[in-house]
């Protein structure tokens, strides 16, 4: 496997790229949420970025590192979800070109936040085409890929959410024992640690991922990387990547990172005790942190905690699922 | 009518005295908002401050101001809501004792938060006795009586928020047009008002209430202190004080403030718009001042609105209803 750096002078060159862009987000604390998990808990509230996701950080990085004539080509992307929006919203604060290419199956509220961000959006039937099919004439055209997770600047640029809690914390005089991160491709994942683990050597770093969905987990077990299974029934849906990221499994493999699994239930009851103890909106995917700590699979009586909260694009009707527990 | 000033040095001088312990909210921004209200408009998150509304500003100011010796002997406040949490929160942030007076018909949630954060709780039968009576043992004992709104100190605090605004936008260099905050004794509206104009002096200053329960905009019209109605039936339920302050309309009414009225119907619509753009719970009161703007009863189309998100703590079946819209 090629051995791809990512190092904090990639993280501090992101930072300041993505500045006046990506917003600070705001490291929130809450004594009842202290007290209902006997600890002192940090919630980096990701789900306050622009877009309501911390995808933008990547691909803002991503975009603003091309060279001008790539940049005034523009950038192509394809994602169901979250990643097509980030992108989009990144070209757009870059004044470039966004192409997103999207199932016909994706949610229309996914496909409305693309165009509204000023994309076109090219659709395909995942039944009979391949999502690199139908990107391949835009990339002959010379517009830039930007992948979800495996690429250093990508990576280098979620973890600029991890440079900002360490600022956060030292600023505040605390140092923390352990954070937790939703993951699935990995990028948020690697990046945090990456970032966090320079300023804390000795920190506890927790992989949050779908009960039953946790290719990242066994890939750590097993030393190389593993799938997910093709279908996914899981209310996390940000998380059901089907392969960890070459790069970003090698980064959280060499930083000696575990990981624990957590259910649907226990994101809808993280999702409802931010709801009540933070006055945030979390989507389940970006509850997983907050989960793997209140359902206790992440011991913390004692400690101090950082969790990610990083994203909070819901469907109402399951929020209010949340809210009926 | 007394005169009572408080002036900018006052605010300032709040801003350092609670440093440390309120937190600096964001003043968040979406595009999509932007786009839907045809303005670019900036959302002051203390929904994000502890205790989940603005409250704990006035009540730490007015703690933290006391002597050595009044400090040493406590706080007694009367309020079925968030007031007493403020100050209880105030008072244990400050290391001193509070009493929080409320009538048996209080919240449950409510007398439990007062509880959590470590006041005394005292009940009374609001059919059979006056608040003031059951307070005026403690008052007897040394405890100073930490008024909701009506006290300089109180609105020097609540003034911090304002302030707050007034640094993000010249940080960004905005300008603002307009500001929307929600009002019920005045406290919020008169500090803001107060630190906004000093650095903005031809900002337009709106206040919200509660349709049918506008005692200020109706006490500002006719240049004297209005009373509201006795029996309130509206979901704005921390807007419906009986009269507005002394203090509070004597500066609301210099600084030439304007008043609007939402509708149950408004605040719910602004609720579910900031769940969809901001990820952000607000409460309906909290929820006013976006209220007016998004139905239009404060014209904003292509002008620089700031709006107070006041608080967050909002039952799951209210909410529930807002997201069912």
């Known amino acids: 496997m090629s051995e791809v750096m990512v190092t904090i002078d990639d993280v501090l060159r992101a930072e300041r790229r993505i500045a006046g862009h990506a917003v600070c987000t705001p490291l929130l604390s809450a004594p009842m949420l202290d007290q209902v998990l006997g600890a002192e808990v940090f919630v980096k509230a990701e789900t306050l970025q622009l877009t309501g996701v911390f995808k933008l950080r990547g691909a803002l990085n991503k975009v603003m590192s091309l060279s001008p004539e790539a940049l005034r080509r523009g950038v192509v992307a394809y994602s169901s979800g979250n990643h097509g ?3 989009a919203a990144a070209a757009k604060m870059a004044g470039t070109r966004a192409v997103i290419v ?22 395909y039937d995942p039944a009979h085409q391949r999502r690199e099919d139908v990107a391949e004439p835009y990339m002959d ?25 360490c600022r956060q914390l030292l600023a505040r005089g605390v140092r923390p024992d352990v954070v937790v ?10 990046g945090v640690v990456l970032a966090m683990r320079h300023f804390f050597p000795d920190l506890d770093c927790v992989l949050a991922e779908p009960a039953g969905y946790n290719k990242m987990g066994r890939s750590l077990a097993a030393g190389s990387r593993q799938m997910n299974a093709e279908e996914a029934r899981t209310l996390l849906d940000a998380l059901i990547g089907r392969i960890p990221g070459e790069i970003t499994y090698s980064i959280l493999a060499r930083h000696g990172v575990r990981a ?14 931010a709801f009540r103890t933070l006055r945030l909106v979390i989507e389940p ?3 997983a942190g907050l989960a793997a700590l209140n359902s206790a699979q992440v011991a913390v009586r004692g400690k101090r905690a950082v969790v990610l909260a990083s994203g909070g694009n819901v469907d109402p009707s399951v929020f209010a699922r949340a809210l009926a527990l």
């Open 260 to 273: 624990v699994e957590v259910s649907d239930d226990d994101a809808l009851a993280a999702m409802a005790l």
């Open 85 to 87: 929006i980030g992108v």
């Open 181 to 190: 991160i939703p993951c699935s491709g990995g990028g948020l994942s690697a």
């Open 285 to 287: 995917s970006g509850a």
């Open 102 to 123: 999207l199932p016909t199956t994706a949610a229309a509220t996914k496909v409305e936040s693309c165009r509204w961000w000023g994309a076109e959006i090219v659709t």
């Open 141 to 165: 055209q010379g517009l830039t890929l930007v992948p979800p997770f495996d690429d250093p600047e990508i990576v280098a640029g979620q973890a600029t959410a991890g440079l900002e809690i």
